[in-house]
């Protein structure tokens, strides 16, 4: 069997429970989340610290105050502060980012034992001032007498006081990741009913896995500072009493007359943390620890935005399964980030048609059939959330535990990311 070496073995991964963003996580910090992941992490696998070599994290929306996530949970989490740490931004690819890089890292032999992952709060957005009130605070600064100061300020209206929250957009296309959605939805007649029946499967499996405790072998559990009283042990975002007729039901939010996007079929706004213990093989054989998976390949690509935005998965794939040496149907485990249900199945829709591998990919063949049946068998980013900075690494960790339980030896991340942006990864389990 051709294997590539040396290999980069996943050890372990794990995640913060996922929360709805204003909610259980809402006074903590991307930072906050990060070095907790982390900490549990060194101590779920009883590596040494001092083992660590590099810490890699992705966060889409970076703290003005500490734009370097990776090197602030260097500092906070007690690991060998000769660590640089590097923070990357790859939209809702970073943790992919994070655990790729990290990876090669180990494979060039510059590190054996790496972090990776990503952190991500919505409840913690910078908020900033227009820019006509930037422009006066800094004109204002430079001004010597109070008169002046306040003469600077004089003109600004009333307006240009508003705060600004960062905006879920693309700037080329000006156009929203749910009005990209929308666009993909209408543009490949992904119907309403398919979409809410998918969110409604993500629900169902996200709760089934929940209830069955398959989660805490990936999901610890935090007990939330300053006060330490509310303990959140699970995911708050997964709607066991979902049903086909509510989400029916829900109006639609990008485009509100004619939309099939709603709050149930699209990935809801989220804060959360994952990580990833990487190692080289030889390393986690001379430490006598069996890890959960390998990676074997992986492909990032982009397509234009102004085509249809969240396809880029479809891009990379063929490429990650070139690398691997791998056909798409000896793939047992397949997990695809789910922005929205409509981007789901638009993925699909493209991956099996042939006319998109001719016109789009420069391929004769379609890159193959996917049952949506068959992904996400324990939920995914609409039941569990999606805090963009930290997806990859969740998603990463649940295939390779998939992996293990079900004896599959190849398994598949896909994510779409901002930019038109894609990522396909391939794990395998010995
Ligand atoms: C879609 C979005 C705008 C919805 O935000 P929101 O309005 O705060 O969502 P809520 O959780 O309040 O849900 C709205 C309503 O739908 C209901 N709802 C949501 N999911 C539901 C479900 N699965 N079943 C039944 N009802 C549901 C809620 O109960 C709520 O009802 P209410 O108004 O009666 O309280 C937001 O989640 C969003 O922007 N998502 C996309 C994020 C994004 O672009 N990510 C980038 C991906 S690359």
Redesign the pocket.
Known sequence: MWQYTPRVAVIRGLRTPFA?SGTHFAHLSALDLGKMVVAELIERTGVNAAEVQEVVFGNVIPSVKAPNIAREIVLGTGLPKKIPGYTVGK??ASANQAITSGADMIFRGYADTVIAGGAESLSDVPILFSKNFSEALVSASKQKSAGGKLRTFSKLKIKDLAPEAPA?AESTTGL???ES?EKMAKENHISREAQDRF??QS?TRAAAATASGRFQEEVMTVVVPPKFENVVEADN?I?AD??YD??S??KP??DRKYGT?????????TDGAAAVLLMSEDKAKAMGIKPIGFIRSYAFAATDPFDQL?QGPVFALPTALERAKLRLDEIGVIEM?E??AA?VLSNIQWMGSRKIAQDKLGRSEPIGDINPELINRTGG???LG?P?GATGARIVTTVCNELQHTGQQYGLVTV???GGIGVAMVLERE
Do not use: D
């Open positions: 709805k939209a809702c879920i929203t990741m749910g959605a969110a409604l629900h975002l709607r979902t049903t509510a989400l039901k829900l939010v990008f996007i709603t709050a149930g079929n699209a990935s809801p706004l969240l980030h922005a929205f981007q980013s609409i039941a999606h963009f779409c990311a901002a």
